[in-house]
């Protein structure tokens, strides 16, 4: 029989060669490349070093923890849940804690920068995820002239269409939100307020980006995109762990601050001097980490960018604009400030990378 050393010392070059090179490869991805999707970053050595610690072998169902110190949430206020492992288990857990099967919801169009947990559906009403599939849902929009959520347009609609719960995020919108006017509407249609801050959390922690935990009675969020933590997420609910924990800590210190405020910097020069080129993006401009850049005008088409992009080792994304005619064929590409901010770039640059 294989001893217990022989088996647990045994590298993984050995045990799996070929997932060993696949992580190589990766490593040098990522070290040599410009890496420009909002949804990835960097984490640091003593998260991936809590990660791979002797915690990974145990199991446990401890007590709830108190919310993280990074968002100064009152524990007798609020609680957290940390053990979905992703975002999108994250929202739907939620879902089925507050809704039942059918139950009307709004979330933001995909088209105008939400996510497929949100409740998208295709044009031709082909339900995309679990959200649509189980529960009624009807999107709001942004203005076909602005970009901008469009208020008043999602007040009517939730007054006629009278949800059970309203969901604030989305993927690849670039502004800020008005959680006291989704708070005024929610209230008005009888509705519970959800947000996913999957993408902003960091910017959110760092009092960068307005808080949604005044106004909405569930947040849930990942811990790998502008926190920069490992990958997972956290329910946090109104009342009526230790890689997490160190992400979370991290998180509260004056250097995340500076961090969170750079990404915001960066994102804001690469922006503008795309614009200052004559390119087109939603919006006119950002206020968050990403820039969602318009091809349609160019006559580009998304997978040509993106491996334009990749043979300069700029990593980016396809993503959908408001007015595609299917967010299977996007017309627009989605950039994000946070994970080059994480190795120290500054607003010249990223002027140097729009370059």
Same mark, same amino acid.
């Given at each position: 029989?294989?001893?217990?050393?022989?088996?647990?010392?045994?590298?993984?070059?050995? %045990?799996?060669?070929?997932?060993?090179?696949? $992580?190589?490869?990766?490593?040098?991805?990522?070290?040599?490349?410009?890496?420009?999707?909002?949804?990835?970053? +960097?984490?640091?050595?003593?998260?991936?070093?809590?990660?791979?610690?002797?915690?990974?072998?145990?199991?446990?169902?401890?007590?709830?923890?108190?919310?993280?110190?990074?968002?100064?949430?009152?524990?007798?206020?609020?609680?957290?849940?940390?053990?979905?492992?992703?975002?999108?288990?994250?929202?739907?857990?939620?879902?089925?804690?507050?809704?039942?099967?059918?139950?009307?919801?709004?979330?933001?169009?995909?088209?105008?920068?939400?996510?497929?947990?949100?409740?998208?559906?295709?044009?031709?009403?082909?339900? $995309?995820?679990?959200?649509?599939?189980?529960? /009624?849902?009807?999107?709001?929009?942004?203005?076909?002239?602005?970009?901008?959520?469009?208020?008043?347009?999602?007040?009517?609609?939730?007054?006629?269409?009278?949800?059970?719960?309203?969901? =604030?995020?989305?993927?690849?919108?670039?502004?800020?939100?008005? @959680?006291? =006017?989704?708070?005024?509407?929610?209230?008005?249609?009888?509705?519970?307020?959800?947000?996913?801050?999957?993408?902003?959390?960091?910017?959110?922690?760092?009092?960068?980006?307005?808080?949604?935990?005044?106004?909405?009675?569930?947040?849930?969020?990942?811990?790998?995109?502008?926190?920069?933590?490992?990958?997972?997420?956290?329910? +946090?609910?109104?009342?009526?762990?230790?890689?997490?924990?160190?992400?979370?800590?991290?998180?509260?210190?004056?250097?995340?601050?500076? @961090?969170?405020?750079?990404?915001?910097?960066?994102?804001?020069?690469?922006?503008?001097?795309?614009?200052?080129?004559?390119?087109?993006?939603?919006?006119?401009?950002?206020?968050?980490?990403?820039?969602?850049?318009?091809?349609?005008?160019?006559?580009?088409?998304?997978?040509?960018?993106?491996?334009?992009?990749?043979?300069?080792?700029?990593? %980016?994304?396809?993503?959908?604009?408001?007015?595609?005619?299917?967010?299977?064929?996007?017309?627009?590409?989605?950039?994000?400030?946070?994970?080059?901010?994480?190795?120290?770039?500054? /607003?010249?640059?990223?002027?140097?990378?729009? /370059?």
């Amino acid at each position: 029989m294989e001893s217990v050393a022989e088996w647990g010392l045994t590298p993984l070059s050995a %045990v799996d060669p070929e997932i060993h090179d696949l $992580i190589e490869h990766e490593k040098r991805r990522q070290s040599h490349g410009i890496e420009l999707i909002a949804s990835e970053n +960097f984490t640091s050595f003593a998260v991936i070093e809590a990660l791979g610690s002797a915690l990974t072998d145990k199991t446990s169902a401890a007590p709830a923890p108190s919310p993280p110190s990074a968002f100064r949430l009152d524990p007798a206020r609020w609680g957290v849940n940390v053990q979905p492992y992703s975002g999108s288990p994250a929202n739907f857990a939620a879902y089925t804690a507050l809704l039942n099967p059918h139950d009307r919801i709004m979330g933001l169009d995909l088209p105008s920068g939400g996510h497929l947990t949100h409740g998208y559906y295709t044009s031709g009403g082909k339900k $995309i995820s679990a959200t649509s599939i189980y529960f /009624e849902s009807l999107p709001y929009k942004v203005s076909s002239v602005t970009g901008h959520i469009d208020y008043d347009k999602l007040e009517e609609k939730a007054l006629d269409f009278r949800p059970k719960l309203i969901i =604030r995020g989305g993927s690849a919108y670039p502004r800020d939100w008005d @959680y006291a =006017r989704f708070r005024s509407i929610a209230d008005k249609c009888g509705a519970l307020l959800l947000c996913d801050m999957a993408h902003i959390s960091g910017l959110v922690a760092a009092q960068e980006a307005a808080n949604p935990f005044e106004f909405c009675d569930v947040v849930t969020t990942t811990t790998h995109k502008s926190l920069r933590g490992l990958r997972s997420s956290m329910i +946090f609910f109104r009342k009526g762990i230790a890689a997490l924990a160190v992400a979370s800590k991290q998180a509260t210190s004056p250097g995340f601050k500076a @961090y969170a405020k750079q990404v915001k910097a960066n994102a804001v020069a690469l922006g503008n001097y795309l614009m200052s080129k004559g390119y087109k993006l939603v919006t006119d401009g950002t206020e968050n980490h990403l820039v969602l850049w318009d091809l349609r005008p160019l006559g580009l088409t998304r997978n040509k960018v993106e491996k334009l992009c990749d043979l300069c080792n700029i990593t %980016v994304n396809k993503n959908a604009v408001f007015g595609d005619s299917s967010a299977l064929a996007p017309g627009g590409v989605r950039i994000g400030t946070p994970a080059m901010t994480s190795r120290g770039l500054i /607003e010249k640059d990223f002027e140097q990378i729009a /370059e």
